[in-house]
C-alpha cells in the first residue's frame, strides 16, 4: 500500500507494445473461422454476427471474471512461494525484492495472455505460432538483456538470479497451467457438448 511499483518500470511500458501487441494485431488480420469457399455455399453462417450471438454483455462480464481469476492465480501463486519459502537464487542470494516478484507474476500473465490469444484463434498456421512464440521470446529476452545492464539499477542481475532458481520455474509452469485451465475445460466443453456451426 505505500504506492510503488510490482513491476520493473519497462514492463509497464512494454507490456502491450512488446510483450501482447503482436498476437492480437496478427490474430485480427488472418484469423477466419471459415475459408471463404464455405461462407458462400453457407450463407446460415452469418446469423450469428446478425443475431449478435457471439458478443454481448453477458460473454463480456464473462470475461471481466476470468481475467479477475487469472489475475489472482498470477499473482498470489508467487506471492505464497515468497511468503512460505522466500526463495534463494543458485548461488545462494536471496530473491526477495519486489522487482522479482513482479517479474514473476509478469511471466505468468503474459505467457497466459498469449496463450489465451491462440486458445481463442481459430486458424493455427505457422505464421500466428511464430508470432505467439515470438512475443514469448521477447519477455524472456528483454529481462536477460535489460537486467545485465548496470542502467537497470535495482534490477541488475535479475534474470540470471531468478531463471536461475527452480522454485521460479515451477511456480511458473503451474501458475501459467491453472490461469489457463478453467476457460480451456469450459470451450473443450461447450465445443462436445454444444458445437457452434462453424464447429
Given amino acids: ?35 471463404d469457399y464455405i461462407s458462400l455455399l453457407v450463407p446460415q453462417l452469418y446469423r450469428t454476427g446478425i443475431l449478435r450471438s457471439e458478443w454481448n454483455m453477458e460473454k463480456f462480464y464473462w470475461y471481466v471474471l476470468d481475467g479477475f481469476y487469472q489475475s489472482i492465480i498470477a499473482f498470489f501463486y508467487p506471492y505464497f512461494l515468497y511468503y512460505k519459502t522466500g526463495i534463494i537464487s543458485n548461488i545462494g542470494l536471496q530473491l526477495d525484492h519486489r ?42 529476452a528483454w529481462t536477460g538483456i535489460w537486467s545485465s545492464s548496470t542502467n537497470s539499477g535495482q534490477f541488475y542481475k535479475v534474470a540470471a538470479r531468478l531463471y536461475g532458481a527452480p522454485a521460479y520455474w515451477a511456480c511458473f509452469i503451474v501458475g501459467y497451467l491453472m490461469c489457463l485451465l478453467p476457460r480451456f475445460a469450459y470451450d473443450f466443453a461447450m465445443s462436445v457438448l454444444h458445437p457452434k456451426d462453424v464447429e
Fill in 1 to 35: 500500500f505505500d504506492g510503488s511499483y510490482l513491476f520493473e518500470y519497462t514492463y509497464l511500458m512494454f507490456y502491450t507494445l512488446a510483450f501482447t501487441s503482436l498476437p492480437v494485431i496478427f490474430i485480427g488480420i488472418f484469423d477466419q473461422d471459415v475459408d
Fill in 99 to 140: 522487482f522479482y516478484f513482479g517479474a514473476m507474476v509478469a511471466s505468468i500473465a503474459i505467457f497466459s495472455a498469449n496463450t489465451y490469444v491462440m486458445l481463442r484463434q481459430n486458424r493455427w498456421d505457422w505464421l500466428s505460432c511464430f508470432i505467439n512464440i515470438l512475443s514469448n521470446i521477447v519477455l524472456f
